[in-house]
């Protein structure tokens, strides 16, 4: 008999994950390693109310590394996979890596790739990716010199950690020089930079210090109001394939960003395991990073995953032992998935919580659609309340992106409680095909 975590055929057998995080991109690992043949038991720490009814979970701190190592110790986990990135930051996969405990996610060290936005500019100059020119403030005569060198639109960027929160994208150089001046009075820098133009994508790249597979591309829909208005949120919505992307693309992200940033963090004694994000705009120039992640996207996991037929445990589990082959390829569903996120009231300001949520069965019920439950709570009567800004993502499958949307917007319909809020048009530009990717040069 073969052992937990031992390779059969080159899969693995009765494997233990522990998941860590509370939102929508944690519940689409978890289904996903629930539907991994080799993968036997999941839990989740701290996890919301929806994925309390899929697996076990528990109610720890999950940014205190020793609460985490000792849960993963005590559950016995195989893996240990870390969602979001202030866990990461906070140096999570280092003292599992210390206690022998394989981990999917990079290092604190590592991590500084989506923790500070200068280091990363720092790591693609060194290592000549393309991203957007860009200067470093840390007082009001220096934005307002930064700012007039670039021209409008303006880009402001809080260099630390705001959840998708932090960067300002405006014409009006007041809103943009305000902004700059908030970060320096909380004590921060900021890093201004060339407006990119033009279609965005997110592209996961599974890394294991040295070798890379990616995932399937997505786009994600960073404001909270229609036609992209108002204010960035952390992700309203998003779908996967891009079907309007140039042939090669996945092959060139790989060449000219994925590959040389992992070589460039391995030279400084920090090699990134996880999943490098690549955010990037498809420019008339060519393709350019707007910013790096350390982890999934949030929402692109819960459409990037529902397409995803490789199991993903062998995946993660071969990534955090450093064993990832190059040439794994990965297998995907010819569906098409687009995720709409349901926000609480008042989101991405101060979200208003507590309300009951009602037509979650109903829209579980609607064929090829599911629900991932990100700021979610169970209350004494056992209904299922809001408790955070981004509070679902309702997935629709369907053979393109018209019946992918049109399941997505029976789920959306379904659900409702006061102040709900979601965009009608996620993905809508690309079923038009109005999405344009111009081509001048590299
Ligand atoms: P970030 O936190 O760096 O991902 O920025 C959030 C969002 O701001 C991005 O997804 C873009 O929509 C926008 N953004 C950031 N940097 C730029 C840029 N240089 N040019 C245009 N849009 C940007
Ligand atoms: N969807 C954007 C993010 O996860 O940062």
């Not at 303006?154 to 260099?159: A, L, Q, R």
């Not at 989101?347 to 064929?367: Q, R």
């Amino acid at each position: 008999m073969a052992e937990a975590g031992e390779y059969f055929s080159g899969k693995l057998l009765a494997v233990k994950v522990l998941v860590i995080g509370p939102g929508g991109r944690e519940h689409a690992i978890v289904r996903a390693l629930s539907a991994d043949p080799y993968v036997n038991e999941v839990h989740c720490a701290p996890g919301n109310a929806g994925i309390a009814q899929d697996v076990t979970t528990h109610s720890i701190d999950a940014q205190a590394p020793a609460a985490v190592v000792s849960l993963a110790q005590q559950l016995a986990s195989d893996l240990v996979v870390v969602g979001p990135e202030a866990p990461l930051a906070a140096g999570v996969a280092d003292a599992l890596i210390a206690a022998g405990i394989p981990v999917f996610g990079p290092t604190k060290a590592a991590a500084q790739l989506e923790a500070s936005k200068a280091f990363a500019k720092d790591v693609m100059a060194a290592a000549q990716v393309p991203t957007a020119m860009a200067h470093v403030a840390t007082n009001t005569a220096e934005a307002e010199s930064a700012l007039d060198d670039f021209g409008a639109p303006y880009v402001v960027k809080d260099d630390g950690l705001a959840a998708g929160k932090g960067v300002v994208v405006t014409s009006d150089r007041a809103e943009a020089l305000a902004h700059a001046e908030a970060c320096f009075e909380a004590g921060g820098t900021v890093v201004i930079e060339e407006f990119l133009d033009g279609p965005e994508v997110s592209l996961f790249v599974i890394c294991d210090g040295k070798h890379a597979v990616p995932l399937s591309p997505a786009q994600d829909f960073k404001r909270i109001f229609d036609n992209d208005q108002g204010p960035n949120t952390g992700g309203m919505g998003a779908y996967s394939p891009l079907e309007w992307l140039p042939a090669g693309f996945v092959d060139e992200v790989m060449e000219r960003v994925a590959y040389p940033t992992l070589r460039e963090m391995e030279h400084r004694g920090t090699p990134f395991t996880g999943v490098l994000y690549c955010g990037l705009a498809v420019t008339k120039r060519g393709i350019r990073v707007i910013e790096f992640n350390a982890r999934f996207g949030d929402p692109e996991t819960q459409a990037v995953l529902a397409r995803l037929k490789t199991p993903l445990g062998g995946v993660l589990l071969a990534a955090a032992k450093g064993e990832l082959d190059d040439a794994e390829q990965l297998t995907w569903s010819k569906q098409t998935a687009v995720d709409v996120v349901i926000a609480a009231e008042n989101y991405p300001d101060t979200p208003v919580k507590g309300a009951v949520i009602t037509g979650l069965d109903a829209a579980n019920a609607i064929d090829s659609v599911h629900v991932a439950h990100a700021g979610t709570a169970a209350d004494a009567d056992g209904n299922i309340t809001v408790a955070g800004g981004r509070v679902l993502a309702v997935v629709g499958l369907g053979d393109d992106l018209a019946a992918a949307r049109k399941a997505a917007y029976a789920g959306v319909a379904e659900i409702s409680w006061p102040g709900a809020q979601s965009r009608s048009d996620i993905a809508l530009k690309a079923e038009r095909g109005e999405i344009i990717v111009a081509n001048e040069s590299k």
